[in-house]
């Protein structure tokens, strides 16, 4: 039989050298055989010892391990990287931190579903029997939980979403299947449990392994496929959508800066911005959406953009548009942005975006004010942030660029 200890030891590291992003996260880890009172307490849910983590190690049952590996002349150690890998999705989408009140059967197969979706984006398979739907690609776990049955005391479960069904179904011995088809956890989810305080800490932790590991794989070059989404979203600084707006406008900018004379405008909230040196901000494209569900947040958007306008010299690009272009003008220094717009129906911000290149502006940076409920354009050269009213679409529904919610 093979050293199952050297077996996880070795898994582990390949993992780290193909693909570094998940083997960082992983080496963050003990490696430890699953205690006897674990096991214990995983069998008397219904369950099976397979592998878990609690955020600090990674738990492994040695049956479920040499199962994984198979043949002990030939250990096949790439299904056991693979279940290492879904080990660390749990903690990188803080998995076992976002339970909160939900059903813990459903949100066990919710966050199956997520995580598995990105190891199929990763390897173009899953392992045979796993949670794996084509449907919730893309999804976080929270979106794929809304689509999920409630069990009834049976262990059934069924509901229709779109024009698509899903039922569920558990008998006594604990046997899953999805539409008629036999499904299998390959691990034990555990929810991490404790104050406040200790939660919010283990949370940040883990949100600075996260970002370690991403810039570290960036370098490395190779890439985590399907996981720009729920990183960005995983570190984008929790700012108020104005700040973080200027300073997206400030750090893409070919102007020079200085921290010697902090801008004295946010100071008094207790954030210190750099001081532009420079002349100018040069070329910013500002498109707002002009359908009726931004015009109540146009005021304040505008206001802070007029804001801009009074501090920095810049040829400030106003594009309006709903289903067609409904007006343009170049702004600059001083200069005030009338608030007088009105709105109409759709809105197709695939044509805002065309209409850059017609007037051959190869902007900075492009600012978006939308509700999202668009088309979007293929991913554009230029860095582009935008601006979600504040009952707009979810972040996961714009395809690119950095996104802020309009919020107070």
């Not at 339970?99 to 579903?113: H, I, K, L, N, T």
């Not at 170049?330 to 759709?346: A, M, P, S």
């Amino acid at each position: 039989m093979p050293d199952i200890e050297r077996e996880v030891t070795k898994a582990r590291v390949q993992l780290l050298l193909d693909m570094p992003f998940y083997g960082n996260i992983a080496m963050n880890l003990k490696m430890e055989e699953m205690p006897e009172w674990m096991e214990e307490e995983i069998k008397g849910m219904g369950s099976i010892p397979t592998m878990c983590t609690d955020g600090k190690a990674i738990y492994y049952n040695k049956d479920f391990v040499k199962m994984l590996l198979g043949s002990s002349m030939s250990p096949d150690n790439k299904k056991l990287q693979l279940v290492l890998m879904h080990e660390t999705l749990h903690l990188i989408l803080l998995h076992l931190l976002r339970q909160g009140e939900r059903s813990p059967m459903r949100w066990q197969f919710a966050v199956d579903y997520a995580t598995n979706s990105i190891i199929h984006q990763e390897f173009g398979k899953v392992l045979p029997g796993m949670l794996y739907n084509p449907e919730f690609d893309n999804m976080t776990a929270e979106a794929i939980y809304n689509l999920l049955p409630e069990m009834d005391d049976k262990g059934i479960g069924d509901r229709r979403y779109g024009n698509k069904q899903i039922t569920i179904e558990i008998d006594k011995e604990g046997n899953i299947r999805v539409n008629g088809q036999k499904v299998k956890f390959y691990d034990n989810h555990r929810v991490i449990k404790g104050t406040k305080e200790e939660i919010d800490a283990l949370e940040k932790e883990w949100k600075i392994q996260v970002s370690k590991a991403y810039q570290q794989a960036k370098k490395a070059g190779k890439y985590p496929a399907g996981m720009d989404i729920f990183i960005e979203g995983l570190i984008q600084p929790k700012l108020k959508w104005y700040i973080l707006m200027k300073q997206f406008i400030i750090s893409t900018s070919k102007s020079d800066y200085t921290w010697l004379k902090p801008n004295k405008r946010f100071i008094h909230q207790g954030m210190y911005l750099p001081s532009m040196t420079g002349e100018s901000l040069g070329d910013v494209a500002i498109i707002v959406d002009n359908s009726a569900s931004t015009l109540t947040e146009q005021q304040k958007f505008f206001s802070e953009v007029n804001g801009l306008l009074q501090q920095y010299d810049v040829n400030m690009h106003l594009i309006v548009a709903d289903c067609e272009i409904n007006n343009y003008h170049v702004y600059h220094k001083g200069d005030k942005i009338d608030l007088q717009y009105k709105g109409g129906g759709g809105t197709d911000m695939v044509l805002a975006f065309n209409y850059i290149r017609e007037i051959g502006v190869r902007p900075n940076i492009v600012v978006c004010l939308t509700d999202g409920q668009t088309q979007f354009p293929e991913r554009q050269e230029y860095p582009t942030l935008w601006v979600l009213s504040k009952y707009g679409v979810e972040f996961d529904k714009v395809p690119f660029g950095m996104k802020v919610r309009m919020e107070e």
